[in-house]
């Protein structure tokens, strides 16, 4: 009677070693992923792992190699920081993205407190004949692309958001010129 054989794991494998049925690897480097246990095996040493999985519950293996593979590839490719760069790459760009977030805030939150206050300027400036088309002046100047795009109805805005943006960016505009009919210079 033939018995079916199994290929052994990429770990065996690598190692030129027979894979027994209780290989603490077999599970975990398949032998379709050679280079995974190569990797690993190339930034901690196959005792190191053997050891670390053997003091490890079964149901915690997996997490442990995931980790590993992980951070073996990383330290390949960045061999001074590895993963920790990765992360404190994400991490400044979490920060400025929230900062970003707080400053939207903060503009959005003045514009609809121009919104509520300033309706009766708009109809007086209607009234006179005061051109209205000065929002592009009221945001410092890395901020027009953004406003462009906007106005260009990019990225599934409404263009009922936006004109109620512009028409609050008007009452702005309005409130600072004091009765004189030319837009002011932001930048002064």
Known sequence: MATATTSPCAACKFLRRKC???CVF?????PDQPQKFAN???VFGASNVTKLLNDLHPHQR???VNSLAYEADMRLRDPVYGCVGVISLLQHQLRQLQIDLSC???ELSKYQSLTISGHGL???AAAQGINHHFHY???PVNQQQVLRRFDHGAN???TGALLSMNVSANIGQLASLDGRRTPVDPSS
Do not use: I, N, R
């Open 104 to 106: 939207a805030k903060s």
């Open 40 to 42: 690993v095996h190339k």
């Open 26 to 30: 077999g599970p975990y480097f398949p």
């Open 62 to 64: 997996e997490d442990a």
């Open 122 to 124: 708009l109809a007086a």
């Open 156 to 158: 599934g805005f409404e």
């Open 137 to 139: 002046q009221l945001f």
């Open 20 to 22: 027994l049925p209780e």
